[in-house]
């Protein structure tokens, strides 16, 4: 969980350390708000990027903290795609609360690996829910008021992280999501897409380990097996679940119709059974949640753009930020 601000300083820059020792090694500067943040991360054993959306009167030095949304990627993707495909900074910039776009690898699938029963790197999990939590709330005066979403498999990180760390995150939206991994058939998919988009050559059964033998790893991880845990926190559901074509995808034709429904059709049908299952779980425990299952509609960011839209006020009321404009 998240530390204070009392950890030791880094002698090299002033900078303070995660409990782990992860250490921000390199800071950019984006624009006025904006900066990208290198972190030297033990639990992955590289270093990777942490984009960071600063609110308006943000100073380092200020007595106050902010309230912090944690915003996760998709799986074939990197830490800048939500400033690359929606309007996160224009939306934000109304807001009094800070925006973390942490890197979350390529199919790095939010946990950290079971690699067979023997663990180590990578460990997404403990970078994302220990690392930069602490990182950002030591130099960054990022506050305690968290909220999470996330798009693809970055939505099924943030329910199952706010399922697994009690107290995390006071709202976790997923778009898109695969948020009950167990289901039949599911499995087997996130292996094949493991395959398909992972790293070339990488054992896509080092995540969670082969359905048939780990099991409970994957139980564990689950969503909807966590389902009670999420009682207490805000949540907010979408996803499209005929794999058809919706109002916002644009008239492919011929070969790119049919690589389209292949790719963006069979993703969005699968998480859509997922999110079904999931919301029917939440409904049966009686924990509140927002749904929006909107039937047709592929895979891609001009769902999940509209999807941000609607449940950033939830997610900003949860954590206690404000509207500046």
Partial sequence: MAG???????????????DTGASIVAQKRVDART??????SPSLRQTVSVRVITPKGWSRTSGRTWPVLYAYHGGADHYESW??????EQVASGWDAMVVLPEGG????????FNYGKGGSPKWETFHTREVVQLMERNFRAGTNRAAMGISSGGQGAVTYAARHKG???YAASFSGIVHLTQPGIPAVLMALGYAFGPKGDDPFRIWG???????????????VLAK???GVGLYLSSGTTGEPGPLDPPFKDWDYVKMR?????SEQTAGATNVSLAARLKQLKIPVTTHIYGNGWHQWAYWQVEMHTAWPLMMRSIGAHKTA
């Fill in 106 to 113: 390529l199919d790095g699938s939010y946990t950290d690996w």
């Fill in 83 to 88: 400033t690359r495909s929606t309007d996160i």
């Fill in 4 to 18: 204070g601000l009392a950890a030791p300083a880094d002698a090299a820059g002033g900078l303070r350390k995660a």
């Fill in 168 to 170: 995390l995150f006071k």
């Fill in 262 to 266: 292949l790719a963006g059709g069979v």
């Fill in 229 to 231: 845990n999420l009682r």
């Fill in 210 to 224: 082969p359905p048939t033998g780990d099991m409970a790893n994957w139980k564990a991880h689950d969503p909807y």
């Fill in 35 to 40: 900066f990208d943040v290198s972190v030297k």
